[in-house]
């Protein structure tokens, strides 16, 4: 299966591009999209990485956390996670649904029972969104710049990590509930206030389920790695690919990016050449069966919708280098 076949396949809804930071994640979920939605998709590119270059590759200004379109389409959308505006309109969702007194109390004791810290904001933020628009039907499909490996990473295990976490707080809300039922009975108290945050939690663990499920689907799902032909990043991909498989996400293709022509006039050039083809040859021994794309490097930076086609192409196979 080549590159092609899964951008151009109406069954994959979710393509994540992921590795190192400046190996070229963002150029290819980039390029990717644009070639999806000139093939009509209606396409959202999606930056889940703190450092964004969304804004920059498309030329365009895609920051703010709303979903921008992207000038030259009618069916391209773009938009850059922002952790602050997400953070607003969380607390918003918060203060429209207030906590009862069962669930302020039951969150106050988890920390001291569990001893298990709720996700950071940023992962949490991007994978709230993940979550958003699995289920947003709006989009044919969702291109993913992830973050560098190890947030990538973290965002994968939430699933099981916020499993457990709500799981333990559920088991704890029906004791608390109890307990509060018994003491309102002792005391004469009010009937209780109505509550649903452990609604909204329970709900939310299944948005999780379905997630999961959809992401390690590979007719629905590709995550593409992209590396650079230098003995770091083949350290690194080796543990993004360890956990994609731990976490069951479909990837089946490696971008080698930024190869650099042979040039023998050039000592400099020959030397770094030299290095990049024998880490090719190193990759593609340990990935034989995996679908390895040979990127050049361009002369100049990739950025706009005409070098982003050009690196699309070269990804799908559709322009030889
Ligand atoms: N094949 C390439 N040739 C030339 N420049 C490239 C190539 N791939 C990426 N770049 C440039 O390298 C920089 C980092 O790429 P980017 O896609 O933003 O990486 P990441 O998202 O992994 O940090 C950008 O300036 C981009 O234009
Ligand atoms: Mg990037």
Redesign the pocket.
Known sequence: MTLADVVYNDSVKFIL?G????????????AMAVLSANRGFRTLVLST?P?H?LS??FNQDLSGGEVIAIEGFKNLWGMEISTEKGMQDFQQTLGETPMGPEAEMASSLMGDMTGMAPPGSDEAMAFGKILEFIEDTSYDRVIF?TA?TGHTLKLLELPDMLDTWLGKLLTMRQRLSSMMGGLRGMLGGDAPQEDNSWEMLQQTKDKIRTASAQLSDPDMTQFVV?MIPEAMAVFETQRLLTSLDKWKIPANHIVV???VPPNPTCHFCSKRYEMQQNNLKDIGELYSDMDLIE?????????GIE?LTR?GKILTGELEE
């Open positions: 591009s590795g190192k930071g400046g190996v070229g994640k963002t150029s290819c979920a980039g990485d450092a270059s920059d590759s710049d560098p992209v990016n930024q190869l990127v050049p490097l361009f002369d100049g930076e990739i950025r070098e690196l």
